[in-house]
């Protein structure tokens, strides 16, 4: 059986070499040795040359004679929630859809991400009694990550 950990070393290893911020987001080993690993990286996107260094050098460091397998290495789809801490900082700055482990459903802006929570920035323009123009109304939502369903970024063509 092929382990994880062999798999995340010489994944790492070659991101190391490479030095442009690659993480690895998810990893999974089937029963059959299918191996997935979804690579995402602290600035701008995973290039296709990044994914096929990190999968040839797990591929060459890996023996087909003891143990043969099918190896997928990818970039995390802007379609697919983020999953680690380091998604959560590369995307501050952006507009979110959180979904809460009782179903509640908020979109806002990213701009704070830790290990315990995260915070949501909403603004909608609402009349104040006394004024004749709408007021814009900033709030700041807070969501433990435990909490957490999912986020997604919204992805908007304005």
């Known amino acids: ?61 890996l023996d087909r004679e003891s143990e043969d397998f099918e190896l997928h290495v990818s970039s995390a789809g802007l379609d697919k929630p983020l999953r680690v801490l380091p998604q959560y900082m590369k995307n501050i700055g952006r507009e979110v859809k959180v979904v809460t482990n009782d179903g509640k459903k908020q979109e806002g802006l990213l701009v704070a991400a830790s290990e315990k929570e995260l915070t949501l920035e909403t603004s909608r323009k609402e009349k104040i009694e006394g004024k004749k123009k709408k007021e814009l109304i900033v709030e700041q939502h807070v969501f433990p990550m435990n909490q957490i369903k999912e986020t997604k970024i919204v992805i908007s063509f304005k």
Do not use: P, Q, W
């Open 1 to 61: 059986m092929i382990s994880k950990k062999k798999i995340t070393e010489l994944a790492e290893e070659r991101m190391n070499e490479l030095n442009c911020g690659l993480f690895i987001v998810d990893m999974t080993i089937s029963a059959k040795n299918v191996i997935h690993v979804e690579l995402d990286k602290a600035e701008g996107y995973v290039s296709i040359n990044e994914c096929m260094s990190v999968s040839r050098n797990i591929e060459h460091n």
